[in-house]
Nanobody, 123 residues
Framework: QVKLVEYGGGLVQAGGSLRLSCAAS????????MGWFTQAPGKEREFVAAISRRVVTYHVDSVKGRFTSSRDNARNTVYLQMNSLKSEDTAVYYC?????????????????WGQGTQVTVSS
């Protein structure tokens, strides 16, 4: 059984920063990909970013230059540094894990999910 726990959400003013953490326990993935998704009220879950075991990253255009992904493989933890936050970034942020290599953007391709953490950006 794999457990993912996100930390770091909260309320921040527009232009501010937050860093989300996602700690994985119960199993390690030698080639695993970790992804971040958002879900705003009334909207479907959307892909935001992903990072491979070898630290290859991908970010959607709307967050490029503002969000940065990183990971600490020894701690089975990934991070999403979010800078220059905008009101449209407001959502619940979910961490997801995929047990095989290859960055993918579809939520159904991820095997495990965290409980989500709320990020609210006030304008």
């Amino acid at each position: 059984q794999v457990k993912l726990v996100e930390y770091g959400g909260g309320l921040v003013q527009a232009g501010g920063s937050l860093r989300l953490s996602c700690a994985a326990s119960g199993r390690t993935f030698s080639n695993g990909v970790m992804g971040w998704f958002t879900q705003a009220p009334g909207k479907e879950r959307e892909f935001v970013a992903a990072i491979s075991r070898r630290v290859v990253t991908y970010h959607v255009d709307s967050v490029k230059g503002r969000f940065t992904s990183s990971r600490d493989n020894a701690r089975n933890t990934v991070y999403l540094q979010m800078n220059s936050l905008k009101s449209e970034d407001t959502a619940v942020y979910y961490c997801a894990a995929r047990s095989v290599s290859g960055i993918v953007y579809v939520s159904n391709d991820y095997n495990y999910w965290g409980q989500g953490t709320q990020v609210t950006v006030s304008s």
